[in-house]
């Protein structure tokens, strides 16, 4: 069984290499625009798939259905709410990104403010990708991967402290060669073959697992019986003892929710990369309709696990590989583990191209060498990549023991995305607010989310209230504070944003109904599994 597994794996993993090699082997990786915006050539097909596989990781696919094993249907907010905040991204935020020509977040807030407030934002984009995000991803890949692969039993390492040491720094070689030898489009390009794969594998398991409820009798009876023995954990409407409470879907979880696919350099640079807005704004909407999907492949098989496994000890961020172990055939095991490491390489190599594209365009280039040559900033970014990904391998094991790695996240991020998300809405729907509010809010925000979380007297507060509607509560504060500061000491001019040219503007015709449809189907998806 091992060996079969084994040559399935190893199969998929150098077919999808084989692929991406052969498809990008041509590209220029030696100029900025190449290497960091894929030369501006993504149509929607890579638009979408790139999205959809940098999100769907192992923190997903491992951390989301853990969080359905203890909570159930109610988790799936993290999936739905995230097709409201892609609308906004292609109606609203993406024609105004893409009007400035930009490769990076940052550089948005230099030209709606200034030089300082771009630094400030970039030092907290790499501080937050190298000490939360990219270590998350490397740690719950390597205990996904423990649990399909029994890796364990294939290498014969007893200490479960060597293994996920050895599988954090194995993954994350890989991916930081993936990265930093091949650019963004070679990371689009893998990231679209492995969603394809990802898509299918995530269909496979939920059909596997309804037939091991149903003892074999057919996968309607297996959706039966889940409905008759666990009603409780097919109810959309979260409780107030629930990670997410039906009523934070309003506050914090929408507004983490609208900062990750609309402001969030690892997610939103494949869009800087589009050829035009059209193509844009269609990868976008297309990468919408498949998040409606999400609940089926990233929360059902949370609630199939607990119905299978809940009375035999296993923990909730280890179901979902003790799912995919237990009901896959060997060969479809190897495959899935395969599609699982380019899930994790998908996330881990797009965090790293948004980092060293933040460090080398915004750092090295801003304030280090400011007459740099594009040999130089590109050639930065490859060493400043090494650097953290070897810091990531360090910390990602130091995880072990968090009790919700999806809520772990989820906290984490906050801290960074409320102030960002904050001074980008206001810097956009405003033209006389000041830098000074800006550099405020970010350090501010920041300092107020931490002390929030880590700090007595403070940390009664999130306790009190729910977390997430304290994050939103800072987040109102951080506007107001802003909108003040431009009042009482505005610019002395308007700003105005102008259009470089790079990209051309014309707008995807069925942007707008497309848009209303996927906001229906989000508003009928919560109604139809209200309890």
């Given at each position: 069984?091992?060996?079969?597994t084994?040559?399935?794996?190893?199969?998929?993993t150098?077919?999808?290499?084989?692929?991406?090699?052969?498809?990008?082997?041509?590209?220029?990786?030696?100029?900025?625009?190449?290497y960091?915006?894929?030369?501006?050539?993504?149509?929607?097909?890579?638009?979408?798939?790139?999205l959809?596989?940098?999100?769907?990781?192992?923190?997903?696919?491992?951390?989301?259905?853990?969080?359905?094993?203890?909570?159930?249907?109610?988790?799936?907010?993290?999936?739905?709410?995230?097709?409201?905040?892609?609308?906004?991204?292609?109606?609203?935020?993406?024609?105004?990104?893409?009007?400035?020509?930009?490769?990076?977040?940052?550089?948005?807030?230099?030209?709606?403010?200034?030089?300082?407030?771009?630094?400030?934002?970039?030092?907290?984009?790499?501080?937050?990708?190298?000490?939360?995000?990219?270590?998350?991803?490397?740690?719950?890949?390597?205990?996904?991967?423990?649990?399909?692969?029994?890796?364990?039993?294939?290498?014969?390492?007893?200490?479960?402290?060597?293994?996920?040491?050895?599988?954090?720094?194995?993954v994350?070689?890989?991916?930081?060669?993936?990265?930093?030898?091949?650019?963004?489009?070679?990371?689009?390009?893998?990231?679209?073959?492995?969603?394809?794969?990802?898509?299918?594998?995530?269909?496979?398991?939920?059909?596997?697992?309804?037939?091991?409820?149903?003892?074999?009798?057919?996968?309607?009876?297996?959706?039966?019986?889940?409905?008759q023995?666990?009603?409780?954990?097919?109810?959309?409407?979260?409780?107030?003892?629930?990670?997410?409470?039906?009523?934070?879907?309003?506050?914090?979880?929408?507004?983490?929710?609208?900062?990750?696919?609309?402001?969030?350099?690892?997610?939103?640079?494949?869009?800087?990369?589009?050829?035009?807005?059209?193509?844009?704004?269609?990868?976008?909407?297309?990468?919408?309709?498949?998040?409606?999907?999400?609940?089926?492949?990233?929360?059902?098989?949370g609630?199939?696990?607990?119905?299978?496994?809940?009375?035999?000890?296993?923990?909730?961020?280890?179901?979902?590989?003790?799912?995919?172990?237990?009901?896959?055939?060997?060969?479809?095991?190897?495959?899935?583990?395969?599609?699982?490491?380019?899930?994790?390489?998908?996330?881990?190599?797009?965090?790293?191209?948004?980092?060293?594209?933040?460090?080398?365009?915004?750092?090295?280039?801003?304030?280090?060498?400011?007459?740099?040559?594009?040999?130089q900033i590109?050639?930065?970014?490859?060493?400043?990549?090494?650097?953290?990904?070897?810091?990531?391998?360090?910390?990602?094991?130091?995880?072990?023991?968090?009790?919700?790695?999806?809520?772990?996240?989820?906290?984490?991020?906050?801290?960074?995305?409320?102030?960002?998300?904050?001074?980008?809405?206001?810097?956009?729907?405003t033209?006389?607010?000041?830098?000074?509010?800006?550099?405020?809010?970010?350090?501010?925000?920041?300092?107020?989310?931490?002390?929030?979380?880590?700090?007595?007297?403070?940390?009664?507060?999130?306790?009190?209230?729910?977390?997430?509607?304290?994050?939103?509560?800072?987040?109102?504060?951080?506007?107001?504070?802003?909108?003040?500061?431009?009042?009482?000491?505005?610019r002395?001019?308007?700003?105005?944003?102008?259009?470089?040219?790079?990209?051309?503007?014309?707008?995807?015709?069925?942007?707008?109904?497309?848009?209303?449809v996927?906001?229906?189907?989000?508003?009928?998806?919560?109604?139809?599994?209200?309890?």
């Amino acid at each position: 069984m091992h060996a079969l597994t084994l040559a399935s794996f190893l199969f998929f993993t150098g077919f999808v290499a084989f692929i991406t090699w052969r498809i990008t082997r041509r590209d220029d990786h030696s100029s900025t625009n190449g290497y960091f915006l894929a030369g501006r050539t993504l149509t929607f097909p890579l638009i979408a798939g790139s999205l959809l596989m940098t999100n769907l990781s192992t923190e997903q696919m491992v951390g989301l259905n853990g969080a359905a094993f203890t909570d159930g249907l109610s988790v799936m907010a993290w999936e739905v709410v995230a097709v409201i905040a892609l609308v906004a991204l292609a109606l609203f935020f993406l024609p105004r990104f893409l009007k400035s020509g930009i490769a990076t977040l940052p550089q948005l807030l230099e030209i709606r403010f200034d030089k300082d407030t771009q630094l400030i934002t970039n030092i907290i984009f790499l501080l937050a990708y190298a000490v939360i995000l990219l270590p998350i991803i490397l740690y719950s890949g390597a205990i996904g991967l423990q649990g399909m692969l029994d890796l364990q039993g294939l290498t014969g390492i007893e200490s479960s402290t060597t293994l996920l040491w050895l599988t954090v720094w194995i993954v994350g070689i890989i991916g930081a060669v993936y990265a930093l030898f091949g650019g963004l489009r070679t990371v689009a390009v893998s990231d679209t073959l492995n969603g394809v794969g990802l898509l299918i594998g995530g269909f496979v398991i939920v059909y596997y697992g309804l037939q091991a409820v149903s003892g074999g009798t057919g996968i309607m009876e297996g959706w039966s019986i889940l409905k008759q023995s666990d009603p409780d954990k097919l109810n959309s409407i979260g409780g107030g003892d629930q990670q997410v409470p039906f009523f934070t879907l309003f506050t914090g979880v929408f507004l983490i929710n609208l900062f990750y696919w609309s402001t969030n350099q690892q997610i939103i640079q494949r869009t800087f990369a589009a050829k035009n807005l059209a193509e844009g704004q269609k990868g976008v909407l297309l990468t919408g309709l498949f998040k409606l999907l999400g609940p089926l492949y990233l929360v059902l098989p949370g609630i199939i696990a607990y119905h299978l496994y809940a009375d035999q000890g296993v923990r909730a961020d280890e179901a979902y590989g003790h799912l995919v172990f237990n009901v896959l055939p060997p060969y479809l095991t190897g495959f899935f583990a395969a599609v699982m490491v380019g899930a994790i390489l998908s996330s881990f190599n797009s965090a790293l191209n948004s980092t060293t594209t933040i460090f080398s365009l915004g750092i090295y280039k801003g304030v280090f060498n400011k007459e740099a040559t594009e040999a130089q900033i590109v050639k930065s970014g490859k060493v400043f990549g090494w650097i953290m990904a070897v810091l990531t391998m360090i910390i990602a094991p130091l995880l072990a023991g968090q009790e919700s790695l999806f809520g772990y996240l989820q906290k984490m991020n906050a801290i960074y995305f409320i102030p960002i998300l904050a001074v980008v809405l206001v810097g956009l729907l405003t033209k006389r607010v000041p830098p000074m509010a800006a550099k405020i809010a970010l350090v501010g925000g920041c300092l107020l989310i931490a002390a929030g979380y880590f700090v007595p007297p403070f940390n009664l507060l999130p306790q009190v209230m729910n977390e997430f509607h304290f994050v939103a509560l800072v987040f109102v504060l951080l506007v107001v504070t802003m909108l003040i500061i431009g009042k009482l000491r505005p610019r002395e001019t308007d700003w105005v944003q102008e259009h470089t040219g790079d990209v051309d503007l014309t707008p995807w015709k069925g942007a707008v109904p497309a848009g209303i449809v996927l906001v229906v189907l989000v508003i009928v998806m919560y109604i139809s599994f209200a309890g």
